[in-house]
Nanobody, 122 residues
Framework: QVQLVESGGGLVQPGGSLRLSCAAS????????MAWYRQAPGKQRELVAA???????NYADSVKGRFTISRDNAKNTVYLQMTSLEPEDTAVYYC????????????????WGQGTQVTVSS
């Protein structure tokens, strides 16, 4: 079973940037779609960005133009570059393998890791 370990979080001022990494203990098939989720205190986990096997990406409206998801299959790693961070981006960020419902929405396939905390505050 593939285990995913998220890293790269931290405390950053509004307007700042962070790059999150998601490293897989096993091989991530290049056919797997991958996604980043986040969960803020008292809120449900929400999908932030997804990337499919062909490299096509999807983003939540709240992060479009600010976040970029990418993957390096050779390194079994998925990244989330975050810029122009806002206090509303404060959350624990998780990655996971995902698939799509017929409706087009994504659902997570694997178990959740520990996540990485991102705090945006002055």
């Amino acid at each position: 079973q593939v285990q995913l370990v998220e890293s790269g979080g931290g405390l950053v001022q509004p307007g700042g940037s962070l790059r999150l990494s998601c490293a897989a203990s096993g091989s991530i098939s290049s056919r797997n779609a991958m996604a980043w989720y986040r969960q803020a205190p008292g809120k449900q986990r929400e999908l932030v960005a997804a990337i499919n096997s062909g490299g096509s990406t999807n983003y939540a409206d709240s992060v479009k133009g600010r976040f970029t998801i990418s993957r390096d299959n050779a390194k079994n790693t998925v990244y989330l570059q975050m810029t122009s961070l806002e206090p509303e981006d404060t959350a624990v960020y998780y990655c996971n393998r995902v698939a799509k419902y017929v409706s087009g929405s994504y659902y997570a396939l694997g178990s959740w890791g520990q996540g990485t905390q991102v705090t945006v505050s002055s």
